[in-house]
């Protein structure tokens, strides 16, 4: 099975709104897949559609090798679910939940596989209500995952976590795919996240997916990489010596700044500056900068931000 | 399924044993009512007040605790277990029948102590009158659970599950003549009293602790009971089975 999640035009509508407005998405195993918008684009929707807590009012999907419609039951043996508000009643032990977990999924010999978990996930065995915001939710996705899914769903998995806690939680996650060929679907909205835990990211908007790519490759489209240079001579002189170059998109002249929006590419730094010489034109200091996640997406939101005013 | 209801029944079980202490002030309320309102009753019932007394506080004890057994599912529902759960391959059925089973078995264990307490004070009732009271609870509490669970769960402003089940509960429990026998209310009365499930099940309790295991009284107690409970649980079973939640 080389498909784990499918989906044709998945769509909710609650009385009155679109909350998700027909999603096409593909994830195959043992990738990490980021699902990024912002609040109220559609992420939690649809990643309760495809964990079956919710009924979609329209399309299709298969998950896990189980049809989402005709098949809940079947696709909910095959997936973990955490979702964001935490799963765990803070008058139980550590242990106790998970014991219970795998008792309702069957798994052989619960109590040692909870132990396997308590230790993977650096838990001990207490009170819940007594843990850290960190060791709760490292706990919540020990219980996605007591039956070895062959999918796990994180629903914002780090938001109100602090560094470090989030550090490891990435590490865990990582783990989840690197020694157990575990599929991971996320969604965030922190784009760092995105950035150093994704194979691949979908992001969603306004109950659509809007694009879609590795990190890298939606910087690369989206975003471009950003050169600022401040120079001794003449800025007009220095603009027109640049914006014709071949790898330059976009330049922008703030006083004796030049801020340059560029295609990415080692060789860059060393074509501008023979290309400012050859103008006579003498550099101060030149500076590059990769984009960021939050560049794409600010990039994403104002091109449509634009076409809906056009 | 029945894996499903035994665990769940389990775990829910031996968190609420570990809750001890609202066990303990559970039990304790039934309890008082009989030490500080019981003699009192003597003094208009005379001598059998306690025959009389007893079987009322059992309904006290079951409306206040297995009717607001709801409480739990609300903190449940807001920590993301139920959810958790919902989505594990155990049916919708079995999360709400292991409860059911639990607070249906706690509240046979605090009917147990409380009717040790009326013995204390001159309650007297044959073994199998004893057993078959215990056997009316049974469906009883389990319709009073669901019905509270069903009730959480629609609940969309869930701080308003204490102070609307309670006006609930207390109407049920004045109604069901728990406290003073309905054939002393006026007519009205006792025609809205007899509109309530409860009123038959303290009068069977009664004609069962009185022994007389023959009576319509009890025929008709244990008939609203088990009605009671198939409709109640049906309610619970549609709550907690729809997807949309």
Sequence with gaps: MDHVIEARGLAKSFTGTDAVRGVDLTVRAGEIVGFLGPNGAGKTTTLRMLTTLLRPTGGTATVAGHDLIADPAGVRRRIGYVAQGGSTNPSCTALQELVLQARLYRVPDARSRSLDLLADFDLADRAIGAMSGGQKRRLDIALGVVHRPAVVFLDEPTTGLDPQSRSALWEHIRRLRDQHGTTVFLTTHYLDEADALCDRILIIDQGRIVDEGSPDDLKARLAGDVVTTEIAGDPGRARAALADLAHVREVRVTGRTLRLTVEPGDRILIELTRALDAAGVEPLSIQHTRPTLDDVFLALTERKAAARAA | ?245
């Design chain 2, 1 to 245: 399924m029945p894996r499903d209801i035994w665990l769940i029944f389990r775990h829910q079980l031996r968190l609420t044993l570990g809750g001890w202490l609202g066990l303990v002030f559970g039990v304790l309320q039934p309890v008082l009512n009989l030490v500080l309102f019981g003699p009192l009753l003597g003094t208009y019932l005379g001598h059998d007040s306690w025959q009389i007394f007893v079987p009322g506080v059992l309904i006290q004890l079951s409306l206040l605790s297995a009717g607001l057994a709801g409480f739990g599912i609300v903190f449940d529902a807001r920590f993301g277990v139920l959810e958790r759960l919902r989505v594990t391959p155990a049916s919708r059925l079995a999360l709400l029948l292991g409860r059911v089973l639990t607070n249906t078995v706690v509240l046979l264990g605090q009917a147990v102590i409380v009717i040790a307490a009326g013995v204390a004070f001159g309650f007297r009732v044959p073994v199998a009158g004893l057993l078959i009271g215990l056997a009316l609870l049974v469906p009883l509490a389990a319709g009073l659970a669901a019905l509270s669970y069903a009730f959480a769960l629609t609940l969309k402003r869930q701080e308003l599950f204490a102070p609307l089940s309670s006006t609930f509960v207390v109407p049920m429990l004045l109604l069901s003549g728990a406290m003073l026998p309905m054939s002393a209310a006026p007519g009205w009365l006792d025609a809205v009293s007899r509109a309530t499930p409860f009123r038959y099940g303290v009068e069977a309790l009664r004609a069962a602790f009185a022994g007389h295991y023959a009576s319509t009284t009890l025929a008709a107690g244990l008939g609203v009971s088990a009605a009671f409970a198939v409709a109640a649980l049906a309610v619970g079973t549609r709550t907690f089975t729809r997807q949309h939640s």
